[in-house]
């Protein structure tokens, strides 16, 4: 019931807010089930506006003792093909970091007929108060985002670019231009911001000012000249 309030609540109010701006409209949803996602994103798609899904598959999966649908393919691959089946809006799935093959997670999601990929979500951690010796979070363990994250997603990015063809949105400590420009070059088409905007609600004026200004001065056209661009082979050659 509460679950059914909240949807309906997005729908009548948190949306229609958003759909006064000229930025594409992206729903993003999460489910503790594949059968609660697919009933979601089939509602949203009768939604005018929404441009496309994005499916936040690094959360608790209750069908797998709680474990998230994105540690693993197989779970990956039906919540996708579930998802699929009930939406023709382009579909996105965030992954999670808390994984040991992110690559063949993305694979599954290709495979399954998903869009894109969003990688990627918060890495488990946790906070001690030691002179309580209690947990600092409600829930013992929480999400950590931020500039600390940067170098582990970076590396996500790049192997996934490796094996989908579909784009990828990079997301994890991105505060400014470069940022964006790294991980671009390690193989995403997008990036996504968010704990810098919550510090500076103005960064996204700054990074895209300063993201034209860099294209100018390398005589880069189009923004997607620089996704995948990475030279790596030198480094590859060296470690043989």
């Not at 089939?42 to 608790?60: D, F, H, K, Q, T």
């Not at 003792?65 to 089946?85: H, M, N, S, W, Y």
């Not at 690559?103 to 998903?114: F, I, K, L, S, Y």
């Not at 700054?206 to 790596?232: F, K, V």
Request: hydrophobic letters at 45%; charged letters at 15%; one cysteine or more.
């Amino acid at each position: 019931m509460l679950c059914e309030i909240i949807r309906r609540a997005t729908i009548e109010h948190t949306l229609p807010f958003y759909q006064r701006y000229v930025p594409p409209l992206i729903a993003s949803i999460s489910a503790p089930t594949a059968q609660e996602f697919a009933t979601l994103a089939a509602r949203l798609s009768e939604v005018p506006g929404i441009a496309a899904i994005e499916a936040n598959i690094s959360c608790p999966n209750i069908e797998e003792d709680g474990r998230a649908f994105a540690i693993e393919p197989v779970a990956t691959a039906r919540v996708i093909k579930a998802l699929r089946q009930a939406t023709s809006l382009p579909l996105w799935a965030k992954l999670t970091p808390n994984t040991s093959d992110v690559a063949a997670v993305a694979q599954a999601v290709e495979h399954e007929g998903g869009d894109a990929v969003v990688v990627g979500n918060t890495l488990l951690g946790m906070s001690i108060d030691i002179h309580s010796r209690r947990p600092r979070l409600g829930n013992i363990m929480g999400g950590l985002s931020g500039p600390a994250i940067k170098p582990i997603m970076l590396r996500m990015v790049y192997q996934c670019h490796k094996h989908v063809s579909i784009p990828i949105i990079g997301c994890g400590g991105i505060s400014n231009a470069e940022d964006a420009i790294t991980y671009l070059l390690a193989g995403a088409s997008a990036v996504q911001v968010g704990t810098a905007t919550f510090i500076q609600p103005q960064t996204m004026i700054t990074l895209l000012d300063d993201l034209h200004h860099y294209c100018q001065q390398q005589g880069i056209r189009h923004i997607s000249e620089l996704t995948g661009a990475l030279d790596d082979a030198p480094l590859l050659a060296n470690s043989r």
